[in-house]
């Protein structure tokens, strides 16, 4: 399944989200903190690479 991109990054779509479930500000950031670490670790370039290299694997 490939999802099409939008205009949004990954982390505004994932900070609406977040709001739209109700979380809280405290929780909504560190998720998204541990996401923008992870990109940071893993070395994705791209949301469509990332994508791609999970299909890879599964």
Do not use: H
């Not at 205009?7 to 998204?32: D, I, P, S, V």
């Not at 791209?46 to 994508?51: D, G, H, K």
Request: with cysteine; aromatic share 8%; hydrophobic share 40%.
């Amino acid at each position: 399944m490939i999802i099409v991109p939008t205009n949004k990054t990954l982390l505004e779509e994932m900070r609406e989200l977040l709001r739209r479930q109700g979380c809280a500000y405290a929780t909504e950031n560190t998720y998204l903190d541990w996401v923008r670490r992870f990109v940071k670790f893993s070395n994705v370039q791209s949301r469509i690479e990332m994508l791609e290299n999970a299909e890879q694997k599964s």
